[in-house]
């Protein structure tokens, strides 16, 4: 599959402070997922969206589904020190088993 | 809540040697896929089931083979293992139908060093 166009790479954050991160893809998804992966461990879901537009919460993260389909964008608010991390977009397309990958954005939270 | 197990969390083998990767839901899930992960290179994907017995490749699935005998379990083989293969290896299972919701969900990961 393609690979996705995830920014920024990294980043540096201030605990308290919001998070904002997006995915862009050159094709149509039907699906987008955000996962957060910690070392040595594998990735977690943490926000799945299935419909253009949608708006969807999960605690302090935020994740919104493209109106045109090409894009997703996950918000942390209020950072803290475990959201530290490496947080990656998944996309689907139509009649797709198969997902393609964002490289991941390293969040690094400063005390 | 839906869980994904490896049968290592880490391994160490001999350039040559047969390695066997094991993945295991509990989710009666249909699809599982297998992925390695390389920093820089992302998640990439060697091959994935949509069923018993029934195997797609992936994007690199050169130098490995999958079985799936029992919907729960889907088996990577490293037929010889070559330090190239070095990386993290990723599981993953979904639930297929409908596929306009199947969500992908991972297993801790093996990593796997080929000496």
């Known amino acids: 599959g393609q690979q996705l166009n995830q920014s920024p790479q990294s980043m540096f954050i201030q605990e308290g402070e919001d998070v904002s991160m997006n995915c862009t893809s050159s094709s149509i998804f039907n699906t987008w997922l955000w996962y957060k992966q910690d070392p040595g461990e594998g990735p977690v879901l943490l926000i799945a969206?299935?419909?253009?537009?949608e708006l969807t919460s999960n605690g302090r993260l935020t994740a919104q589904f493209g109106i045109t389909r090409k894009d997703s964008f996950l918000n942390i608010s209020a950072s803290i020190p475990s959201d530290v991390g490496i947080y990656f977009c998944?996309?689907?397309?139509?009649?797709?088993?198969?997902?393609?990958f964002g490289a991941g954005t390293t969040v690094t939270v400063r005390a | 809540d839906v869980k994904v197990t490896q049968s290592s969390r880490y391994l160490v083998k001999r350039t040559g040697e047969k390695v066997f990767l094991e993945c295991v839901q509990d989710?009666?899930?249909?699809?599982m896929f297998w992925y390695r992960q390389d920093p820089g290179l992302g998640l990439r994907l060697i091959y994935f089931?949509?069923?018993?017995?029934?195997?797609e490749k992936g994007d690199i699935p050169e130098g490995y083979s999958v079985s799936r005998e029992k919907k729960e379990r889907f088996s990577l083989i490293l037929e010889s293992a070559s330090t190239n293969q070095t990386s993290m290896y990723l599981c993953?299972?979904?639930?297929?139908?409908?596929?306009?919701?199947?969500?992908?969900?991972f297993g801790p990961g093996t990593r796997l060093t080929v000496l």
């Open positions: 969206l299935y419909k253009a537009g």
């Open positions: 989710m009666d899930h249909e699809n």
């Open positions: 998944a996309g689907r397309g139509f009649n797709d088993y198969k997902l393609s």
């Open positions: 089931s949509y069923d018993v017995k029934m195997k």
């Open positions: 993953a299972s979904s639930a297929g139908v409908p596929l306009g919701t199947d969500t992908q969900y």
